[in-house]
């Protein structure tokens, strides 16, 4: 279960997130949206524990654990994955070299042993099959020359194999086609367990037809200003943001 | 397991007890006066039994010398060195070796410890003197050992032997080569190597012939051998080939601060060379004292049509390098290949890069260029490719790509470009990057600490010239540059 308490953020003297509020249970699809500004991707880097962000109040537990006072790596040890917007690229390093490399660094970080060749591979094959991705494409450097659609399923790809229990999509819907969206969704809705909660950020409905959340809440001015069910995301699509936006004015 | 461990097993299932032998005499410590002067060139000449043209050679060497002045282009800075303060043979300890690994840095230890360097290898590295090392370096100059690679090598028709041994038993070849690619009066540390060089390896493969193995296995056991001044000189003979590596990963304790080495490189029709070198001497302390001035010509000739010279280097250490591996293309349709990693940290200064010069038709060149530059180091690429005016059809592919870490660091590029033939096609690219934050932020979301991250994003930073390595090696080198790089982020 992750709570978030009050949380206070600014970036270089701005105010990103002004007493924040949520709590999402294991096995929960909570979806965030909200205008552009709202806060939503600063929430997910702060949960992740990017730098340049200073919290300036309140706590994040994920599990009984205070996030904010972890690196971002033992954060991902301890279960939380991060979906980017904007993968990044990584010259030189194969696919698959990455998620070796990730996958023994966390698993080391639990105490556990290295995954065998063998076994690595096997496991690989296996989830990448499912989000059709191609053998060659794990040979290139990892999201280096991917397009849009490539580095989305590359992410859901790390995501399944690193067996988060909190995970965070951020606009993961954004330059995707009809068809890798369904691909993408389906890997999404395949990793849906009663142990593992998800945070689906996003400014549109379409997503959430795809993956189809228990919880919609509603971001403005870095706050959570509305909570409901799955046909909140409904009515915002109908009548878009601006009534928020006009709390946001008030 | 290192390939020096390798060779201690090999060794050990030989028997090596008989070998223990005949050992002390060679502990014994020969030394010249302090300084130089044509005394003490003469007091080597005659310690190594050399033949009267030798001796002319280096008094020759010595006299341009001293007409000749330090070089002070390069982007390095460093106290006058005194070159009358220096042992040119022999010099003895100026502190007392360790008694034990007690008494060694312990930062030197833990990197043995991460290179995964048995005890017992890291006793002989670092220095240690206690009895038992005469049996240990028994091992490793064993007779044995040399004579098992040495039949093989026979058989062959290779000859493979320090040059001092060549210079007697071979003068003629010697004769021949020595001098003929970086001439006596080349520059001011070639020629001061010229004057006082002690000794080195001499490798001549005959026409027709693959040298049956790498040279690698041979040159580290002898590896003790090679001091301050080295003279290496290989000769590829028409249609052979030979693959040399020349050092090793694990750092090596040296009392020497000033080393000038040389290295030339003859490759005659159709022949091909592969010198390798990692390179991983004490780079000094955090205020970069006491570190190895590393101040060496390597040279290649591509004398024969068709010729390939390949110079693959991974250089780690060192506090101040300052080295361009460089093939002169004379052949027609000859080649010339020049890869390197270049890593700095600390305070430690970088100034290489290679010269590619282009005499003959359709010569082609490759320059692929790697510079990380980490803590307070300064780190500079320095290039020439010159195509001369009957060199048509000329080419060359130039890429030179830096890499900072943190932001108290520099990495500079410096590319002389000169052609003189119309035909001659060179191209040239460059790039200097920093390790982006959001990188680093995303190979730590997905779990790898601060380190393991660097490591990986450098590791992809170098692939193409790590590639160029031999296999053994490589994964050597790669741990290597994840160590040198330690403690530089954060």
């Known amino acids: 279960m992750l709570e978030i308490k009050n949380l206070v953020v600014q970036i270089e003297d701005k105010r990103i997130l002004n ?81 070796k490399a990730a996958m023994n660094a966390q698993r080391k970080s639990r105490g556990q042993d290295e995954l065998s060749t063998p076994d690595f591979i096997k496991r690989v094959n296996a989830a990448a099959a499912k989000l059709e991705i191609p053998k060659d494409m794990l040979k290139r450097a990892l999201n280096v020359g991917f397009s849009g659609g490539e580095k989305k399923r590359m992410e859901i790809l790390q995501m399944a194999l690193l067996e988060p229990t909190f995970c965070i999509l951020d606009e993961t819907d954004s330059g995707l086609d009809i068809d890798a969206l369904r691909i993408v969704s389906e890997g999404v809705n395949a990793l849906r367990s009663p142990d593992r909660s998800f945070l689906v950020i996003t400014h549109y409905q379409r997503l959430l037809n795809h993956i189809v959340p228990d919880t919609v809440h509603v971001m403005s001015a870095g706050r959570v200003v509305k909570s409901g069910g799955k046909e909140l995301a409904l009515e915002l699509e109908a009548n878009g943001y601006a009534d928020y936006r006009e709390s946001e004015a008030a | 397991m290192p390939a020096v461990q390798e060779t201690i097993d090999q060794v050990r299932s030989i028997d090596v007890d008989q070998y223990k032998y005949g050992f002390e005499t060679e502990v014994e410590m020969e030394k010249a006066p302090k300084g130089l002067s044509e005394d003490v060139i003469r007091f080597i000449s005659a310690k190594k039994g050399e033949p009267e043209w030798m001796l002319a050679w280096r008094l020759d060497a010595y006299k341009r010398w001293l007409t000749m002045t330090e070089p002070s282009w390069a982007r390095v800075s460093y106290d006058k060195i005194d070159y009358n303060d220096i042992y040119y043979y022999a010099a003895p300890k100026k502190n007392p070796a360790p008694k034990s690994l007690d008494e060694v840095d312990p930062e030197i230890l833990r990197t043995y410890e991460k290179l995964g360097i048995p005890l017992r290898e890291q006793e002989i590295l670092a220095g240690v003197e206690p009895e038992r090392r005469v049996a240990v370096d028994a091992v490793f100059d064993s007779v044995s050992v040399a004579t098992t690679f040495k039949e093989e090598l026979k058989k062959a028709g290779v000859i493979f032997m320090p040059i001092s041994e060549a210079i007697r038993e071979y003068p003629d070849l010697v004769r021949q080569y020595l001098g003929s690619v970086v001439p006596v009066t080349d520059n001011f540390f070639a020629t001061l190597n010229s004057a006082v060089f002690t000794d080195g390896s001499f490798v001549y493969v005959p026409p027709g012939v693959r040298c049956p193995m790498e040279l690698s296995t041979y040159f580290r056991i002898n590896e003790k051998n090679t001091g301050q001044f080295e003279r290496t000189l290989i000769i590829a003979d028409k249609g052979s080939y030979v693959s040399y590596l020349e050092g090793c990963t694990a750092p090596k304790r040296d009392e020497n601060q000033l080393h000038a080495a040389v290295v030339e490189l003859v490759a005659l029709d159709d022949a091909e060379i592969k010198y390798s070198t990692v390179q991983n001497w004490y780079p000094g302390d955090a205020e970069g004292r006491g570190g190895i001035y590393n101040f060496v010509t390597k040279r290649g000739d591509c004398r024969g049509k068709n010729s390939v010279i390949t110079w693959t280097q991974v250089e780690t250490g060192s506090a101040i390098t300052w080295k361009y591996p460089s093939c002169i293309l004379r052949g027609d349709n000859s080649r010339g290949e020049f890869y390197s990693i270049a890593v700095s940290n600390g305070m430690q200064q970088v100034d290489s890069g290679t010269k590619m010069i282009h005499l003959g038709k359709n010569t082609t060149s490759r320059i692929i260029s790697k510079g990380i530059a980490a803590g307070k180091s300064e780190n500079t690429y320095r290039g020439l490719v010159s195509a001369h005016r009957k060199a048509s059809g000329a080419r060359n592919f130039t890429n030179c790509d830096s890499l900072l870490i943190g932001n108290q660091c520099g990495a500079h590029t410096v590319p002389y470009i000169e052609s003189k033939n119309a035909s001659a096609v060179f191209e040239h690219e460059a790039t200097t990057s920093k390790i982006s934050e959001d990188q680093m932020f995303y190979c730590q979301q997905r779990g790898l600490s601060e380190e393991e991250a660097t490591a990986l994003i450098v590791n992809g930073f170098v692939k193409d010239v790590l590639q160029q390595l031999p296999m053994e090696f490589a994964v050597e080198a790669q741990k290597l540059i994840s160590i040198s790089l330690e403690g530089s982020v954060g």
Do not use: C, H, W
């Open chain 1, 19 to 99: 007493g924040l509020n949520l709590t999402v249970n294991n096995g929960e699809v909570a979806a965030i949206m909200g205008p552009n500004g709202s806060g939503k991707s600063t929430l997910s880097y702060v949960i992740a524990g990017k730098e340049d962000y200073e919290v300036l109040d309140g706590e994040i537990i994920l599990d009984g654990q205070n996030l904010l006072e972890m690196e971002p790596d033992q954060r991902a040890a301890a279960g939380v994955f991060l979906a980017f917007q904007y993968p990044l690229e990584i010259p030189g390093v194969a696919s698959m070299t990455f998620l």
